[in-house]
Every structure is written in structure tokens, then in C-alpha cells.
């Protein structure tokens, strides 16, 4: 699977915000762009099924880590 380096930027900064619309601001050039455009490129790209799959996967790498932290914090 591969993302182009504004995807992958796309998909860490989702992970960070919540925040598709934010994420897409992020990671992409807005300025000649209205709100409403922004947000309906933003539901797009997170409905790509490689975005999808790249998002799963980095929240199961944080999921993991979180195990691990609380079973040495234990």
C-alpha cells in the first residue's frame, strides 16, 4: 500500500486532531480554497480505502504501544 507523502501526513494528522477537515488543512495547500471545498476533499480522501487501511493500521501500532505502557506501568 502505497500513500503519497501528503496522504501519509494526512492520516498521522487525523490520528492527532480527530479531526478529518483539520487533518486535510494539515497536510495540504487550502489557501485558495473555501471551507466547504476543504471539508468535502477531506470526507473523500477518508473514504479512500488505502487511507482507511493506512489509519487502521496506525491505530493499531498506538493501540499496542498503549498495552505495553500499561502493563509496565502494572
Not at 471551507?35 to 473514504?47: G, I, Q
Not at 488505502?50 to 501500532?61: N, S
Amino acid at each position: 500500500m502505497e500513500l503519497t507523502p501528503k496522504q501519509e501526513k494526512f492520516c498521522h494528522y487525523y490520528l492527532e486532531t480527530g479531526n478529518k477537515t483539520e487533518a486535510y488543512r494539515m497536510a495540504y495547500d487550502c489557501k485558495n480554497r473555501s471551507d466547504k471545498a476543504v471539508n468535502e476533499h477531506a470526507c473523500r480522501l477518508s473514504t479512500n480505502d488505502k487511507i482507511v487501511a493506512r489509519i487502521e493500521e496506525l491505530q493499531e501500532g498506538i493501540r499496542e504501544e498503549a498495552h505495553i505502557t500499561r502493563m509496565d506501568l502494572v
